[in-house]
């Protein structure tokens, strides 16, 4: 049996006016201090005030949240005793709400032992919201939850059904002075779920449609979005985007693109949607020498964004040609190199690079999974931008 899951979405122009319509007493609010400096913060607490909701700002999340910092989300949310836990800002806030609320009701729990198989119905004291302030993670839209043991230096991705917002809100006056770098990071990381979760072996005709729909507004609209930030269609467009790619992704999954990826940012400290957008084309190469299914699956998704026409394989490598000339067009780095990383220190790293690729679920949910040395080939060739060949 398979299930599709989704949030409740109000979206486009005076969204967050929705929260008027919400029933409670009290929200917790889980962010970082520049979405509040920023005062997009403010604009959500103004609209609980006018309906008489209490709110308790948590400001303390930082990019690749810590398992820390869940914990003392965990001490603040059990103290205050909310009826809706509200994550506001990038994929790093939304994530963290989610596992803080389920500290909430586990308050034992240590927040990496979070459990897909494991019922916690936290629901029996308050409802979880999403309001993204970038246009990418699409975690408004899935019950996944990424967050980072520094110790260890490791991301830990799980999921739990439960975890799915109940409500997201898709405002662009959350996104529109989201700046140009910070734009095409997010951007890549649409494109790369979408992708990724339309060839998923765990995909199916219930997940394609939305992948297929925010690849080619994200092919559209990103150059629009990170060249004029104030093109509200533009920005409408991707936030639509970027839930759509949650969707059909979070109801699939990822795949190489995202392995290799997330072992790289562990280890470098590269923004997620970065590294996920570089290693995407080659990962799409390895992929397409190697499985007809997949390299048809790419095909159809260059010939419905109009990229090309021909057979499978042109088809294929035209779509991979699209993306990376989609992420030279908004100065995303073409190969490891680009992002200034020595290479004797990039060398050391790659056992260890290999080993979390490895680890990682959503190796194995592609048509062609690697062992260790394909994926070391793929970890080296991305740092000289050089084709893959094998």
């Not at 929260?19 to 400096?37: E, R």
């Not at 005793?81 to 308050?107: E, F, H, T, Y």
């Not at 494109?191 to 080619?216: D, F």
């Not at 908004?330 to 290479?343: A, F, M, R």
Request: a negative charge; glycine letters at 8%; charged letters at 20%.
């Amino acid at each position: 049996m398979w299930t599709f899951s989704c949030p409740f979405i109000a979206y486009s122009d005076n969204a967050l006016e929705y929260l008027a319509q919400i029933q409670g007493k009290k929200a917790f609010i889980v962010t970082d201090k520049n979405i509040v400096k920023l005062g997009l913060a403010k604009l959500v607490t103004d609209q609980l005030d006018a309906v008489n909701i209490k709110w308790q700002i948590f400001d303390e999340v930082e990019p690749e949240p810590s398992l820390n910092t869940i914990k003392k989300g965990g001490v603040a949310v059990g103290k205050y005793q909310p009826d809706w836990v509200i994550g506001i800002g990038g994929g790093s806030c939304m994530d963290a709400a989610k596992a803080i609320i389920i500290l909430l009701v586990r308050p034992d729990l240590e927040p990496d032992c979070i459990m897909a198989s494991d019922t916690y119905n936290f629901r029996a004291k308050a409802r979880l919201m999403a309001i993204p302030t970038t246009s990418g993670t699409g975690a408004e839209a899935t019950s996944a939850i990424i967050l980072t043991d520094t110790k260890e230096q490791r991301k830990i991705s799980m999921m739990n059904i439960e975890c799915m917002p109940d409500v997201a809100i898709l405002d662009p006056v959350m996104v529109t002075g989201m700046p140009s770098l910070i734009t095409a990071d997010t951007g890549m990381d649409v494109l790369t779920h979408a992708i990724e979760g339309y060839v998923s072996t765990w995909g199916t005709s219930i997940t394609e449609g939305q992948g297929l729909i925010a690849i080619r507004r994200t092919f559209e609209y990103l150059p629009k979005a990170y060249k004029t930030g104030d093109d509200l269609e533009a920005r409408k467009e991707m936030q639509n985007a970027a839930i759509l790619g949650g969707m059909s992704f979070g109801n699939s999954m990822a795949g190489l693109g995202h392995s290799t990826g997330h072992a790289f940012g562990a280890i470098f400290h590269v923004p997620h949607g970065r590294t996920v957008g570089l290693f995407l084309p080659y990962t799409m190469e390895y992929l397409i020498n190697g499985s007809q299914e997949t390299t048809a699956k790419y095909a159809e998704i260059a010939r419905f964004c109009r990229i090309a026409s021909g057979s499978d394989k042109e088809c294929a490598k035209a779509l991979v040609a699209k993306i990376r000339a989609l992420a030279k067009e908004i100065n995303q780095p073409l190969s490891v190199k680009d992002c200034g990383i020595d290479k004797t220190k990039y060398e050391e790293s790659i056992p260890g690079l290999i080993d979390r690729a490895l680890n990682e679920a959503m190796t194995m949910t592609v048509t062609r999974v690697p062992e260790g040395e394909d994926l070391g080939k793929i970890f080296r060739y991305a740092y000289e931008s050089k084709t893959i060949d094998f």
